[in-house]
């Protein structure tokens, strides 16, 4: 299946004009996003954690300890991963219409753990440039102790859709004329000043790679 | 079941001195988020989709379209609801230490449809005090109509846990003395300047209540 098809799946339900299957636009709220939220079952129940990921062109990566029942229940199950940004709050003019903007990616599939060395380290690679671009080259690497003590679990993006809410709050037509005021509150993300480590020689200066203060500023700085 | 009582399920089993059950830490997560992801099963695979929520007291609320396949999903159902607040990004010294500051609740339980009118109407309320305090004696209240088209569910707290990590990054001790700047990027949820609706009377000045710069100042303004 190539991406951008549409399955009954991923087929947006609900509000159906706020959704998409557009690889580029999905692509960019995975690399927006900081962290996304894992769905998997474990004895029939679901559960849900948030989770770090990264992207290597078609295909999602999250990791952890091989001792992690998130990742134990999720290789070579089916799985959910969806990845929101908040962008607002709609605020109509009545209780019913009020809202939020977003934009959320949701990935179905079957997760399979990552065993070749080559791909599992670009993995790694791509989860830490996901969230520090440029991490990657000032950090170091891992060693074969701390490689074989990560388990890298793989998501293909083949059956994803995105769902977008943005703009004004919709009203009743019979409600514009009420003495109330209405639109958004934009949110977004933002950094602060980073806080040095204390056990750290206080004369090693904050790289640049640590002074974004938009999620969207740390990207487009990759080495990849 | 007492709330903070802990179940085989909500045992925190990774990194296990991270986990809590204080009530008094899990509501103030809850409140804190504007977001929470919802997981269910539907057809045996799991799905995750981002929802806003409020609480009263032990229940935590969220709504929807009685055609939302995640709320019909969802009654009377196991559900897991995760709520997550990213706190900053921890840099460690080497690749294998990065992580993140965050504080995480996860609710499991069965969810069950609000059908009485009075709950119904204060679990509305509580959905948009939580996201806006303020806003719902400033909007128009629901009508028959509206009220009648709007599933609320419930989930109790009774089997909740919170996860929490916290502070610098943790290296191992021979790392401390690489040269590679280590520390925490602290992250926080912002709001912008309120945008008008071009439809609105222009006269008509932006209410205290969206008047907030961080999720935390919102809180307390509420009349509950």
Request: with cysteine; aromatic share 4%.
């Amino acid at each position: 299946m190539a991406r951008g098809e549409v399955t009954p799946r991923t087929t947006v339900k609900r509000v159906a004009e706020r959704g998409s299957h557009d690889p580029a636009l999905i692509d960019a709220v995975i690399d927006e996003a900081l962290i996304c939220h894992l769905g998997f079952i474990d004895g029939g129940t679901p559960f849900v954690v948030p989770t770090i990921h990264g992207r290597r062109g078609d295909t999602v990566y999250f990791h952890g300890s091989p001792a992690s029942r998130a990742l134990r229940r999720s290789t070579g199950a089916e799985v959910c991963l969806t990845i929101t940004i908040l962008d607002g709050l709609v605020l109509a003019r009545s209780a019913f219409h009020h809202s939020m903007n977003y934009r959320s990616v949701m990935v179905l599939g079957r997760a399979r753990e990552v065993t070749d060395a080559e791909e599992k380290l670009q993995a790694l690679r791509a989860i830490v440039e996901h969230v520090c671009p440029g991490r990657w080259e000032a950090a170091r690497r891992p060693n074969l102790r701390e490689f074989s003590k990560t388990l890298v679990v793989a998501l293909s993006l083949e059956e994803a859709s995105v769902k977008v809410r943005s703009g004004p709050p919709v009203d009743e037509d019979e409600d514009h004329d009420l003495d109330v005021w209405a639109g958004v509150l934009p949110l977004e993300i933002e950094a602060g000043t980073a806080v040095p480590d204390e056990l750290m020689n206080p004369g090693l200066a904050a790289p640049a790679h640590v002074r974004w203060r938009r999620p969207t500023e740390r990207l487009g700085s990759t080495t990849d």
